[in-house]
């Protein structure tokens, strides 16, 4: 797909890594705003560069990407807190409850309550 691609390997591994760093350390994740515009703005690349380097490198699309980080925020929190679904849903980033319990069976292959109730 990315054959005629301006990037180099090292170039998208210097990417990779700005992005990690972007969800590690600074947490970009949490903003319920969050966009591939947005990412790739903080990190000073091209969106299309960002795409390019989750997609290919990465294997995975930006939501997919940004809503595993969301739900690796969020898991800990639903075994350790008595707090409703919802509000764990929004504090860690997402919009919409929905939004929250269908990417968390995507990824998790349970719903978030029958996960807090193992």
């Known amino acids: 797909k990315y054959e005629r691609s301006a990037l180099s390997d090292e170039q998208i591994e210097r990417i990779a890594k ?13 903003d319920p705003n ?13 969106p299309n560069y960002v795409s390019q380097t989750l997609n290919g490198k990465l294997n995975e699309t ?3 990407y940004v809503n595993g980080w969301r739900l690796k925020e969020a898991m800990p929190r639903l075994r350790e807190r008595d707090e ?5 849903a929004y504090a860690v980033g997402f919009n919409s ?22």
């Open 34 to 46: 969050l966009s591939l515009r947005r990412l790739s703005s903080h990190i000073s690349t091209h």
């Open 84 to 88: 409703p679904i919802p509000n764990i």
């Open 18 to 30: 700005q992005v990690t760093h972007a969800m590690e350390v600074d947490r970009l994740y949490m």
């Open 97 to 118: 409850r929905s939004s929250f319990y269908n990417a968390f069976k995507k990824e998790v292959g349970q719903t978030p309550t029958q996960y807090r109730s193992q």
């Open 62 to 64: 930006f939501f997919d």
